[in-house]
């Protein structure tokens, strides 16, 4: 294996890594970071797309480009040691309340109660799942 998670694993007893007492990171917990991450960049990248207006504004169009590329790189490798399952429903999680919450701050989306009542429904399953995963 030559990939980064095969260095994590390397790195120390367990599978640790980095940091001092209390600092070090396991590979689980790397791949959970990491899902995250590109939960966050699916929303990057799904507001891009939005504001690309059909790929006809450069700018945006890279941006969701860079940002498509690095989340589902992220949730590939996150998937060597979460479940697909819990992994992909986590990713996509993440980034559906992402990408809502961006359209009420500030693409003048509505902020009715029963839509973040919804919302908030979908962070409490994301969190479900990583709690019993």
Not at 5 to 23: D, S, T, Y
Not at 27 to 43: C, D, K, N, Q
Request: hydrophobic share 55%; charged share 10%.
């Amino acid at each position: 294996m030559h990939t980064k998670v095969a260095e994590w694993r390397r790195a120390g007893p367990n599978g640790a890594c980095g940091g001092g007492p209390g600092g070090s990171l396991t590979v689980g917990r790397m791949a959970w970071i990491l899902l995250v991450v590109s939960g966050f960049m699916e929303t990057a990248w799904a507001v891009a797309l939005e504001r690309s207006e059909g790929f006809s504004k450069v700018v945006p169009s890279v941006i969701f480009a860079v940002a498509l590329a690095l989340s589902m790189a992220g949730l590939g490798i996150a998937l060597r040691e979460i479940p697909v399952g819990t992994g992909y429903a986590v990713w996509v999680g993440i980034g559906a309340v992402g990408t809502a919450v961006i359209g009420m701050l500030f693409l003048g989306e509505s902020h009715a109660l029963p839509r973040i009542l919804c919302l908030l429904l979908i962070v409490c399953g994301v969190v479900g799942l990583k709690l019993f995963s």
